[in-house]
């Protein structure tokens, strides 16, 4: 009787250990959670070559270390397009990391196109730079 | 392609081990006991008493015995429990060619005492110890005489062994929606005897539970078919582990006869359930490790007779 009872003990167990996991489907990630490029400085920069606004780009914090290249179609990256996240000592905020980088204007008028790339994934983003 | 290739191959080898196992088994012999052979002049067992299935004493009997009995068997000691045992009995035979006289080949015959447990009373249980109670009768004109009592202690011994069993088969995870072959390490509670037959009468409703209801633990080496956005990962460089709780000759018992073929069939099968830990690509592709996951899954698994499959080879290794 012990026996059946201990044996009965252990199926319970093993049923509370079981169950399922939900399964990983990339469909059900939002692409902000893969990526996210953004402008947090002005989204408006004066065409005159010296006006500069804040690109930042964003990556899960369980990346590890993430290449990011910043593109644009217009104006400069006065410093370096390209990032290595994991340089950043302070990339880690939260459950994100952060790679920031510096556009500086040109001359040109119109709408900007920047891009952030990872091997991952890329993103777009736009400013424009005005009279 | 490679890759389907192997699996096909590692099937096939699966299903030709299955078959082997499963035919190397023969037809189901009918209920030969095992014969336990007994010294009734020093009253003693040579060896020990099977559990769980019928067996018969063998021996030479004294000489002035024409007739043996079993009187009674009983569990422990003298006061133990009485398991109920058919009269069981044995009388020589005389040669008739020899005019019915008593000659010397008749009294070098051996005797054979099988012992008939009553249906579901239970035959001897592992690990016991157990009294026999023999008397011996001679043949007079007037009738039996009894002119002798044995009594003899015997023992069920079990081992570790007897307690893990091996078994393959394949296996259905219902949320990856994958069919998974695995092998499995089963622990019961209870010591399994392999010459017992699950279609036994005899055996109780509790022994029927504890021989039947095992757990298991093992590993998961191939996925033949998923339907999941990522791919099911071994967790293990051998294989994704398993566990859960197996039900070994669910199509097997005395409430639901099978036939002839049953016990070949159907004793060495087992239905289980359980868990498979397997591991998949995160679904971010920014994060590059793995996650860990968890699904049930269903098996169906047959006993792993390493020396039937290997055949020859298999009785070296015996």
New interface residues.
């Given amino acids: 009787?012990k026996?059946?009872i201990?044996?009965a003990s252990?199926?319970a167990a093993?049923w509370v250990?079981?169950?399922?996991?939900p399964?990983?489907?990339?469909?059900?990630?939002a692409p902000e959670?893969?990526?996210l490029l953004s402008v947090t400085g002005k989204k408006q920069l004066v065409a005159n070559g010296q006006d500069k606004t804040v690109l930042l780009a964003r990556?899960?914090k369980?990346?590890?270390q993430?290449i990011i290249t910043f593109t644009t179609s217009a104006g400069s990256f006065p410093f370096n397009n390209t990032k290595i996240i994991k340089q950043f000592a302070d990339s880690i905020q939260g459950d994100y990391r952060y790679a920031r980088t510096l556009l500086r204007s040109d001359t040109t008028k119109g709408t900007v196109y920047l891009t952030a790339e990872?091997p991952?994934?890329s993103r777009r983003q736009t400013v424009l730079f005005i009279p | 392609m490679p890759n389907k290739i192997c699996k096909l191959l590692i099937v096939f080898c699966c299903a030709l081990g299955v078959t082997h196992a499963v035919l190397a088994q023969g037809v189901p012999p009918p209920a030969i006991a095992k014969q336990v052979e007994i010294d009734l002049i020093n009253e003693s067992i040579k060896g020990k008493i099977p559990f769980d299935a019928p067996f018969e004493f063998i021996g030479t009997p004294p000489k002035t015995v024409d007739v043996l009995k079993i009187r009674k068997v009983q569990l422990d000691s003298s006061t133990g429990t009485v398991l109920a045992v058919e009269e069981a009995t044995w009388a020589r035979q005389y040669d008739k060619s020899n005019g019915g006289a008593e000659g010397e080949d008749a009294k070098a015959e051996k005797f054979r005492l099988f012992l008939l447990f009553k249906q579901g009373q239970g035959y001897p249980t592992p690990n016991h110890r157990y009294l026999f109670y023999i008397d011996g009768y001679a043949c007079t004109w007037q009738g039996q005489s009894k002119v002798a009592s044995y009594s003899l202690v015997g023992t069920t011994e079990s081992g570790l062994s007897d307690h893990i069993k091996l078994d393959f088969g394949l296996g259905y995870a219902?949320?990856?929606r994958a069919v998974v072959g695995l092998t499995t390490v089963h622990f019961y509670?209870?010591p399994i005897n392999e010459d017992t037959d699950l279609n036994d009468e005899h055996l109780s409703f509790?022994r029927h539970?504890?021989l039947r209801?095992s757990?298991f633990a093992g590993l998961s080496p191939v996925v033949f078919s998923e339907h999941?956005?990522?791919e099911i990962k071994r967790k293990f460089a051998l294989g994704s582990f398993v566990?859960?709780?197996g039900l070994r000759s669910p199509f097997y018992s005395p409430w639901f006869r099978t036939g002839r073929f049953g016990r070949v069939f159907f004793q060495p099968m087992r239905v289980n359930v359980?868990?498979l830990n397997f591991k998949?690509?995160?679904?971010?592709?920014?994060?590059?490790?793995d996650?860990?996951?968890?699904?049930?899954f269903m098996s169906i698994t047959y006993d792993f007779n390493i020396a039937s499959i290997l055949g020859p080879l298999g009785k070296l290794v015996q």
């Fill in positions: 009787m026996r059946i201990f044996l252990a199926l093993v250990l079981g169950g399922c996991s399964l990983e489907d990339p469909a059900l990630v959670e893969i990526l990556v899960p369980e990346a590890g993430v990872t991952q994934a | 219902f949320k990856p509670f209870s509790s539970f504890l209801t757990l999941t956005e990522q566990y859960g709780v359980g868990v998949q690509a995160n679904q971010n592709v920014s994060i590059a490790g996650v860990n996951k968890r699904a049930l």
